[in-house]
């Protein structure tokens, strides 16, 4: 029984179960977003639904909407989540400044003193 219990309780599963609770919510949000703008789309080119469209008889009608569809939900996801989130972090949690590993600037010193003593 401890085992199960520190199973539950680990905090990734924890983490885990509350990103998906959250992604599932939000995917329904991108999912209204994307239709209405695809509904904008097609008022603007007087046709809401590409599935129908052959040209030649060839349906590329329902790719056409993919398409459009993944484009959308893209910049959604880019500009709803991604841009904020890379903000918010850079804000809280700047970088710190990438400098020479211990062990290298050590080798390195090594390397240098060597070098003045001829060896």
Known sequence: MTGFKNFIMKGNLV??????????????????????????????????DFSDYAPGGVSVGAWITAVISFL?????????????????????????????PQDIALLEEIRDLLKTRGV
């Open 72 to 100: 959308i939900l893209a910049a959604v996801v880019y500009f709803a989540i991604v841009l904020p989130y890379t903000k918010v972090q850079d804000r809280y949690f700047p970088k710190s400044e990438e400098g020479t």
């Open 15 to 48: 983490e885990l179960a509350v990103a998906f609770i959250m992604a599932t919510a939000f995917a329904a949000v991108v999912t209204a977003t994307v239709n209405l703008l695809m509904d904008v789309v097609g008022k603007a080119i007087d046709q809401p």
